[in-house]
């Protein structure tokens, strides 16, 4: 066996993980289709004007809003209708003083009109040749002057910005079909172990199934990576070399498995053929042994074996990391509070995400182990107790970070 000979404080590993962060340089141009959720390489004007043309933002009539002074419904102002402009449509005569057009929402102003009277607010135009106005109108009114969204040379997203619906839709409006993103970083993914096997295949003696490369290529998909799901490395040193080898071309690995404190936990070894070691061992529970290295000049991660620690650093170290390499903004779970259902006893001097699912408004401890997938699964969310903390009560109050 060869135990750690320390471990580092939380705050200390998360410090040497930031410095470690290498933003993701590369750049596609990309569908605008497929662009959400991704982070602009590049600063994008506008060509046009948005909208393009004036128009109306109501259904109605359009008018010379000189014309409508005094309306009321006991004295309304009779118009003559001399167009009916539907959208897609441009008009094909002006409006002069006396003169409308009925109009759809979205359709071209015509010239000579400056306003749009809603049709709640007018009687008998439908189909005639006339229309009543029961309200005056005010220049301006219920229309959507060209350019009054944007103008040409006006900036719709900046190098850096996340491609939110919003930012999407502004793209859309300036007809923008494609756009320059940063990449998603490449993430290399792979179990070790004698005993780890493929979903799908027959278990045999003493085999178990491979849990942590899809618990893994989930978490690295759902925050901006593109997961690159090896098989799995059996325990010897020429085996995780084979392996390591296999990654080339990954802006980060990620091995879980092999990282502990027995015999043939070869991490160590690996690292100190093909890298730098920055820290091994973290004063945290679950996941005490989780490494960073370079390995052959890429960021390395040494994941727990342990599906729950493997998953639960997952989330608290390998998620800020991953995020800050592909550029995207800080990740800020939900959080709630509430009382705690039973009293935690947490081991001293550790930092300890303890997992609880939440019901009848009360926080209940779920944490069964490390090597239990359920000790998440079935979670709602974990708690911190800081290592200088034994003991929480019961009742209580605790910040519950959602999963």
């Known amino acids: 066996m060869r135990p750690f000979t320390s471990t580092i404080p939380l705050a200390e590993a998360r410090a040497l993980l930031t410095a470690g962060v290498k933003p993701i340089a590369r750049t596609e141009r990309v569908a605008l289709a497929d662009a959400a959720g991704r982070v602009a390489a590049a600063e994008v004007s506008s060509e046009i004007a948005v909208p393009p043309f004036s128009r109306s933002a109501m259904d109605g009539y359009a008018v010379i809003a000189a014309d409508t002074i005094g309306a009321t419904r006991e004295r309304p102002v009779r118009l003559r ?37 809603m049709v709640e607010e007018t009687g008998g135009g439908a189909g005639g040749e006339q229309v009543d106005l029961f309200a005056p109108a005010a220049p301006g009114q219920n229309v959507g002057r060209r350019g009054a969204d944007m103008s040409p040379g006006d900036r719709v997203v900046g190098c850096g910005d996340l491609l939110n619906p919003s930012r999407v839709g502004a793209l859309a409006a300036i007809g923008c079909g494609e756009i320059e993103l940063f990449e998603r970083p490449r993430v290399a993914i792979l179990s070790t ?17 491979d849990v942590n490369r899809f618990t893994l290529s989930a978490v690295v998909t759902a925050h901006g990576g593109r997961p690159e799901r090896h098989p799995p490395a059996q325990d010897t040193l020429e085996g995780l070399e084979t392996a390591l080898t296999a990654c080339r071309g990954a802006d980060l690995i990620v091995f879980s498995g092999g990282s502990s404190v027995g015999e043939r936990d070869l991490i160590v070894d ?83 995400f303890y997992t609880v699912r939440l019901h009848d408004g009360a926080a209940h401890p779920a944490f069964k182990g490390s090597g239990e997938i359920t000790s998440l699964s079935r979670a709602d969310g974990y708690i911190e107790i800081p290592a200088d903390q034994s003991t929480i009560d019961e009742g209580a109050s605790v910040e519950v970070t959602l999963f």
């Not at 780890?196 to 178990?208: K, S």
């Not at 042994?289 to 729950?308: K, S």
């Not at 170290?317 to 800050?324: D, T």
């Open 81 to 117: 209708i001399v167009e009916r402009i539907y959208t897609g449509q441009l008009p094909s005569q002006a409006v002069e003083a006396g003169s409308c057009a009925e109009i759809a929402t979205g359709a071209p102003l015509p010239d000579g009109a400056d306003a749009v009277i």
């Open 193 to 209: 172990g004698n005993e780890v096997i493929e979903p799908g295949r027959r278990l045999g003696p003493g085999q178990i199934f």
């Open 270 to 352: 690996l690292i100190a053929r093909r890298g730098t070691m920055i820290f091994h061992g973290i004063a945290v529970k679950p996941g005490k042994p989780t490494a960073f290295a370079t390995a052959d000049g890429v960021p390395f991660f040494g994941m727990p074996g342990n599906p729950t620690s493997c998953l639960s650093n997952a989330y608290i170290l390998l998620v800020p990391f991953l995020r800050a390499t592909a550029r995207l903004p800080l990740y800020a779970p939900r959080t709630v509070r509430v009382p705690l259902a039973r009293r935690i006893v947490s081991p001293a001097g550790r930092h300890q």
